[in-house]
């Protein structure tokens, strides 16, 4: 049995790992909320007269999921990335759990990941190059400006309600309908200009998911180490 001493030295190493990681997570649903804030009054509450009626494929190229052999999935990292839904969607990024030896429908790192089969419109952002399976899309800027097409997709949210159950038991949307999504367009400079607030707050949210990673990594190694001796704390001036 551990001393109480080494007991509540223990302790206070996991528990500075799980602030670390709480306090990222705080960071990141801040950095989101206030880059929706930004997007709706640059978008949503002020638009300009200049501003063009278009639809989602003027912005954003659509590329449907589609499944691999069943028989090529593992947990073992062989292959692909490989994501069939929205069940392993995270705050911003998925969670990976499987892979496929025969990839057949890809996204890239970057591309906003959306479920496309009840609940409709999920939203996850791609961490790496992966397969996606017949339950997401990947909406991929046409132009360079990912952060404008994300939270464009979010501010959709209403208009992809509509076909979460619309007509049948379960909803769905197909690549025709996501293409043709109404949206106002606005200017390039003004698109740019919301890349250029937007776009460094996203990296950011991505740096701080990645810290998280290799914090959750440690804490998941030492914890087992810690607890059966293996690691000596008791010099430690915690």
């Not at 090529?72 to 929205?86: A, W």
């Not at 969607?89 to 890239?108: D, H, S, V």
Request: net charge negative.
């Amino acid at each position: 049995m551990f001393a109480y001493k080494e007991q509540d030295k223990i302790a206070g190493i996991l528990e500075a790992l799980d602030r670390k990681i709480q306090l990222n997570t705080d960071i990141n649903k801040n950095l989101e909320q206030q880059a929706q804030t930004i997007y709706r009054k640059m978008f949503m509450d002020n638009p300009e007269p200049d501003w063009g009626e278009g639809s989602l494929s003027d912005i954003a190229d659509i590329i449907m999921g589609q499944s691999p052999s069943g028989s090529s999935y593992n947990e073992d990292g062989i292959g692909t990335v490989f994501f069939q839904g929205r069940a392993e969607f995270g705050f911003r990024f998925p969670t990976i759990r499987l892979y496929t030896t025969e990839p057949k429908r890809m996204a890239n790192a970057n591309d906003t990941l959306m479920s496309v089969r009840a609940p409709v419109g999920n939203l996850n952002v791609a961490h790496t190059d992966c397969c996606i399976g017949r339950g997401l899309a990947a909406i991929r800027s046409k132009y360079n400006q990912q952060s404008f097409v994300l939270y464009t997709m979010q501010a959709l949210k209403t208009q992809l309600d509509m076909f979460n159950g619309e007509g049948t038991v379960f909803g769905s949307i197909n690549r025709n309908s996501l293409n043709n999504i109404p949206i106002i367009i606005p200017t390039k400079n003004k698109i740019e200009e919301f890349q250029s607030i937007v776009a460094p707050m996203d990296a950011a949210i991505r740096n701080n998911y990645d810290e998280i990673c290799r914090l959750q990594d440690a804490r998941d190694c030492l914890l087992p180490r810690l607890m059966s001796g293996e690691l000596d704390v008791s010099s430690l001036d915690l």
